[in-house]
Every structure is written in C-alpha cells, then in structure tokens.
C-alpha cells in the first residue's frame, strides 16, 4: 500500500507539475490563452490576475518555509514533501494559466524587432536545459526523496559546484525566466502586470534563496557570491569552476 501512495503521488507530479510547467511555458511565449473568459471589464480582469499572481506566490512562499515541511512531517515521512510541494504548485500555476483575463493592447512589435524577441525567448530555453545539466542532480518534480524512501536509502546531501553558467551568475535559472517573461513582443495591460509582478517575485525569491543557500553551505557560498554576480553577468570568472571548498 505504502509503495502504490508512493507511485500516485510521483504520477501526480509528473503530470501536474510537468502539465503546469509545458502549458506556462505556452502562456510566457503566446500570451494571455483565453481559455477561460469571465465577461470582466479591465479593472475587474486586471484585479483578478493579480490575485491570481499573488495566491501562486503565496503558496509558493508559504509551503518552502521549514516550518511548513516540519507540519507536513506529522503527516507524511519527509520524503514526500518536495513531490507535495511540486503537486501543490502544479495547481495554482495551471490556475494562473487557465483564468488569467486577456486586456486592451498597449504595444505590439513587429518585423524585425518581433524576431529578436522571439529569438530572446527561445535562447532562454536552451539555456535552462544547459543550467540543469550543469547542476547535475535536478528533481523538479520532488520524486527522489519518495523513491529513495522506497528503497530504504539514505538520502546524499547536495554537494556544492560551479559549472556552466552557474560561473557567469548564481541564479541563471531566474535570469532566464526573467528575459522569457519580457521578452513577449505583444505587450498588453495585462502582460504588463504580469512582467512587474513576477519579475519583482523572482527578485524577492532570489534574495530569500540566498539566505538558505548561505545557511546550507556557509562560507563555501559566501566565497561565491564574492566571485559571481546574483542575476545579472557583469563579470566572467573563467572556463573552469572555481575552488570554493
């Protein structure tokens, strides 16, 4: 019983986590998709985009926090709360994506400058698949934990590197996602909350991830952020990574 819970709950990430993520990716290049539309005038879809944005960053914020896993510990083993976590926001962001309300136009790019745009979007997803690889061990859907539980195995702690273009910026991941989201060349009302809000969101999250990362690794990452700019690549540190142990 206990490994058929485990495999449900791996199934729900898969499709939950990896549908939100495929239909987002869909939402940042096209645009507001319509496929919900409310009847609201502007103000009112305007409102509702925003609440949508701020309950996603909500949950977000909330189920990352230690004391939020130690509560879902009286529940479920530790293993389960990364998949929880990527089920749970799997949800909201098909919720985002779903009721997000179309507005009026407010500019609209075209000829070359669209194609540079578009070029501009289509860079950063190459990019993730080069950050991720650099990273090595990446469990976007929390499933690790939950298969390790399975096989009675002990959990290896994350070892610290730099490579790739982890060696240009430490967060390349947000940098990425920052210039997918500006970069949609029909900017509408909408759009344009939706850059501010989520590229202010990012910025906040970045800053908090900082302090984890500090407190897991200690002076190895302080050493870093001396070294590597947090976003943006003002400076390049070598081919090869650095000795920060």
């Not at 709950?9 to 990716?25: N, P, Q």
């Not at 929880?84 to 507005?103: D, E, R």
């Not at 407010?106 to 991720?132: D, K, Q």
Request: aromatic share 16%; proline share 4%; with cysteine.
């Amino acid at each position: 019983m206990q490994k058929y819970f485990g495999n449900v709950i791996i199934g729900l990430s898969y499709i939950l986590s990896g549908g939100s993520m495929f239909a987002f990716v869909v939402f940042l290049y096209a645009g507001h998709l319509n496929l919900v539309n409310l009847g609201l005038d502007e103000p009112q879809a305007l409102l509702l985009n925003a609440g949508l944005s701020l309950a996603f960053f909500i949950q977000h914020s909330t189920m990352v926090r230690k004391s939020f896993n130690r509560f879902l510990s009286g529940f479920l083993p530790d293993a389960y709360n990364g998949a929880i976590y990527s089920i749970t926001s799997g949800i909201f962001l098909f919720l985002v994506v779903i009721f997000w309300q179309g507005t009026s136009s407010l500019f609209e790019a075209e000829g070359l400058t669209r194609a540079i745009l578009r070029i501009m979007f289509i860079l950063p997803v190459a990019g993730f698949f080069w950050a991720v690889k650099a990273l090595g061990l990446f469990d976007p859907f929390g499933i690790k934990g939950i298969l390790d539980y399975q096989r009675n195995k002990k959990s290896r702690p994350v070892a610290f590197t730099v490579r790739g273009p982890y060696q240009w910026v430490r967060h390349p991941l947000y940098l990425f996602m920052l210039v997918m989201i500006w970069s949609c060349p029909n900017l509408t009302a909408d759009r344009l909350l939706f850059n501010i809000l989520w590229s202010v969101w990012i910025f906040i999250g970045t800053i908090l991830e900082e302090r984890d990362l500090t407190a897991q690794f200690g002076d190895a990452y302080r050493k870093y952020q001396k070294k590597v700019p947090m976003l943006l690549p003002f400076n390049f540190i070598g081919k090869e990574s650095p000795s920060l142990n």
